[in-house]
């Protein structure tokens, strides 16, 4: 029999699982004469570049580094996840467009709901239960324009 060197440790992490990604920080790229990159991350405290901000389903904010984000599993998807996925990109593709044409491309008031309700969410004017709930209104409302235009079935 071989004996094993190390335990495997399979207790499941006692950190809230992460809802969703809402924005990462750029602390700022190393330059000539420093010595380490400008961000600590809000995990560990080791220093990097990139900080992940994300909505976790105990409905606080959390931020940390790539690596350490792992360390939060991943909860299940629900429809605020899904529409706000949705809705972020949707906002910085409407940036680009600005940036690059000079107009901004107008944002469904579905991702708009989403965004406002991650806001307050954010800001403590609602709890989680009600920015879901908003959530899967929005999810729903656009489901049901998308098949009433003739974009799904
Ligand atoms: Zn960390």
Redesign the pocket.
Known sequence: MIKTEYREIKAISTLPKRVITLRTIDCGKMEEGDSEPHGE??????LGRWIHVFLCDDGLIYG??S??IKLFGEAPKTKLAIMGEKAIEKEKASARDLDYRGKKTPVAKWFIAVLDALKDLELGNITLEEAEKIGKTEYFKRAEWLRDNGYSR
């Open positions: 991350c809000p995990h560990c405290g080791a940390a580094m690596g350490c």
